[in-house]
């Protein structure tokens, strides 16, 4: 059977993944009310919602925030503009919006659904927007940033304009008295323009506009010229005023009038700002203050209110107060969300890959294995297996930490805001690639990436465009399906990602592409893969770990590389690490004399003293791998046995002395003056700082495996130690 062929509803059909608020044609609201899932933990949150919002109507309240949060792709903004639907009622697609939730039985509880409809028929402006994409360029930078965004939207939403609160103002007191409408015809007549079309160039209309207002008696000459001055001044406007001029609609409006302002993306817009969350605060505060639970304010954020209040390191209480509805959608939602929208199997199909599962259980736990603490779910029975086929189920928390963790270092916070992708559309996309393959093919991590390509920021994305053009990398110089890139692409999506080690076995497992599949075929070529990247310098091995390299970290990479150090330097260090670190007994205490007798001994590394003020009777050698005074077995016998030596002949392994090279490099280069003119320069110099201390202990440990195993020559002979730890190794070889 056809993958394409599995699912209950075509999977290639279209759907709008991309939630932006505020966006959305009547075609597509209707689809997004009609497919929207209400999962069990939904279920919960619209209890919640629609008993804290029936407070304002049947009462007053002044709780009258709700906080939203959850991971990136975790559906946040989709619920918002789910509540902002609800709450309007209006008709879409011949039903209304309740319609959708009462007739397809997506909420269950009676009693939620009274509170819903007592909500839909209160009549309400529901004001939903992306604070990000409605302020203005430098606003961030004003201590009074929120209120003028929430002004903003508040002067769009009565049809007054939003870019100028100024203009808004005039158009307010036109319309309280009645003649908003005379002064649009005035203006069109005298401008030749519709005033809603020309208003923004307000410096270039301010003489048609005196002239209009003058003319149909709202105002003299002289003031309404006095006035246009003052238009294009600074505006500022209080919070407290902010509030009783909504506190003024609310009331003009009568019946019960309500006003939710539906903020998108508040956490990522506030960031690190204390003055940003204290200017949310004060707003929350008065709008709960003058308009007792009229006005409503619904935001979302990555990060639930505790935390984001607790990192600003003020004292935030009175806006946790405030929120005090609070909504924090977890990965299950998402996973239920995806399985009943995306993924929904037909009988005949799900029959069929329960069977395959009962078949295969065994061969699929023993092809995708991870190493690591953190729980990577597979398949749980046949029925999982059915329900979420051809992807595994690792892939859901795992695609939520890449996302949030791509977010945030990978793209500019507008970029992603206007136009992010939601999990629910790359899990679409992703399992629209394997529609005409057969049973048995699984979606490998690297085609996620595909999906999410177009919002990456250069640094990141820009490596896997000329990785396509490298004749190593692609020599057939295919335009897709290259394998090593398809492994670099797995590289970069775990690259922040804390709950996976990016080692070859797990790699492996990300790669896998079919339940059929050679694991030991295909971790030989993971690590062919792995060699070329590396040689390309596009990754980076640190121990057993493998590093995805932006552009500026590959330019830090090549200035590192360009550092010299020589020889005597590695053995310097290796004594070092030896001595001072790994075995730190200064003198040898033979065992027949009870300790009273010290022997101090001379310490070297190949023919370089540690100390160069040695002249002691017995002696320590390290001989390493780079040792080339002679190293066969009869040498070795005649040289301990003449200069009263231990002769420690480490195995030929380079492993500690690559380390070692590296972390001396690093650390020369983080010690000299550098060229780099990188933006984020300061980021990666610690990030290689942090590296360097990896370098130092792979170094350390991989040395003492080193001398754990090394060939013992004492007294002319290679001796048989007993011991199998380092100090105890030295203290048997020193007693002989």
């Not at 002679?630 to 070795?636: A, E, I, N, Q, R």
């Amino acid at each position: 059977m056809l993958i394409k062929d599995m699912f209950r509803k075509e999977i290639d059909r279209d759907i709008q993944g991309v939630i932006i608020a505020g966006q959305g044609e009547s075609r597509s609201v209707a689809q997004e009310l009609d497919e929207y899932v209400v999962t069990r933990e939904l279920q919960r949150y619209f209890r919640d919602f629609f008993t804290a919002y029936k407070k304002g109507i049947i009462g007053s309240t002044p709780k009258m925030g709700v906080w939203i949060s959850g991971f990136f792709g975790s559906g946040k903004s989709h619920l918002l503009k789910m509540l902002s639907y609800l709450l309007k009622n209006e008709t879409v697609g011949g039903r209304q919006a309740l319609d959708y939730f009462i007739e397809d039985k997506k909420i269950d509880d009676p009693a939620v659904l009274a509170d819903m409809k007592l909500a839909a028929n209160t009549p309400v402006d529901a004001i939903l927007f992306n604070i990000d994409a409605k302020s203005d360029a430098n606003s961030k930078q004003n201590k009074d940033a929120i209120v003028n965004v929430f002004l903003r939207v508040f002067n769009e939403m009565q049809g007054f304009c939003g870019s100028q609160p100024a203009l808004a103002d005039l158009e307010r007191r036109l319309s309280d008295a009645r003649r908003f409408q005379e002064f649009r015809n005035a203006f069109d007549e005298a401008y030749g323009s519709v005033w809603e079309d020309s208003r923004q160039d307000f410096d270039f209309i301010q003489d048609t506009v005196v002239e209009v207002l003058s003319d149909i008696g709202f105002m003299s000459e002289a003031a309404a010229r006095n006035w246009c001055e003052k238009a294009v001044e600074l505006y500022q406007i209080s919070i407290e005023d902010f509030a009783k001029r909504v506190k003024t609609y609310i009331d003009r409006k009568g019946g019960n009038h309500h006003v939710v302002f539906l903020v998108d993306e508040i956490g990522q817009y506030i960031g690190e700002d204390s003055n940003l969350m204290l200017n949310l605060q004060t707003v929350t505060e008065e709008l709960g203050r003058v308009c007792m639970g009229k006005a409503w304010v619904i935001v979302t954020s990555q990060q639930d209110i505790d935390s984001i209040t607790k990192v600003k390191g003020n004292d935030f209480s009175k806006i946790q107060g405030r929120f005090d509805t609070r909504l924090s959608l977890s990965s299950a939602n998402v996973d239920e969300v995806i399985k009943k929208r995306i993924l929904e199997k037909n009988e005949t199909a799900a029959e069929t890959l329960r069977l395959l599962y009962g078949q295969k259980e065994t061969d699929i736990r023993n092809k995708i294995l991870f190493t690591g603490d953190a729980e990577k779910k597979l398949y749980a029975d046949g029925n999982d297996f059915a329900g979420i086929y051809p992807f595994v189920g690792y892939q859901f928390n795992l695609l939520a930490s890449i996302l949030t963790a791509v977010r945030t270092y990978s793209a500019s916070g507008k970029h992603l805001s206007e136009g992010e992708r939601s999990m629910l559309a790359m899990f679409k996309e992703s399992a629209e690639k394997l529609k005409s393959c057969e049973t048995g093919a699984l979606v490998p991590l690297h085609m996620f990436y595909d999906a999410m390509e177009n919002f990456l920021d250069h640094s990141h994305k820009g490596v896997i465009i000329r990785a396509y053009d490298n004749s190593y990398i692609n020599p057939e110089k295919r335009e897709s399906g290259v394998f090593a890139i398809n492994v670099l692409k797995v590289l970069f999506l775990i690259k922040y990602v804390r709950e996976i080690e990016a080692n070859i076995d797990n790699i492996t497992s990300l790669m896998v592409d079919e339940i059929s599949a050679d694991r030991l075929e295909l971790k030989e070529r993971v690590e062919e893969a792995l060699n070329i990247l590396t040689r390309q310098m596009l990754v980076q091995k640190n121990g057993n770990i493998y590093v995805f390299l932006t552009d500026e970290e590959q330019e830090i990479n090549r200035e590192i590389e360009k550092q010299e150090i020589d020889h005597n330097t590695v053995l310097q260090k290796t004594a070092e690490l030896i001595f001072d670190d790994i075995y730190q007994e200064k003198k040898y205490r033979h065992p027949v004399f009870n300790g009273r007798y010290a022997f101090a001994y001379n310490q070297a590394v190949d023919d370089q003293p540690y100390k160069p003020t040695q002249h002691y009777d017995i002696g320590l050698r390290i001989l390493t791998p780079r040792y080339d005074g002679g190293k066969d077995d009869s040498t070795l016998r005649i040289k301990s046995g003449q200069e009263r030596e231990v002769l420690v002949v480490l195995p030929n392994d380079s492993a500690f002395w690559d380390e070692l090279r590296i972390y001396l490099k690093i650390e020369k280069f983080l010690q000299g003056p550098s060229s780099s003119q990188l933006t984020k320069y300061e980021d990666i110099k610690e990030a290689k700082g942090k590296e360097m201390r990896n370098h130092s202990a792979n170094a350390k440990l991989f040395l003492t495996e080193a001398l754990k195993e090394a060939v013992i020559y004492v007294n002319g002979d290679a001796a048989c130690i007993s011991a199998k730890e380092v100090a105890g190794r030295f203290n048997e070889s020193f007693g002989r």
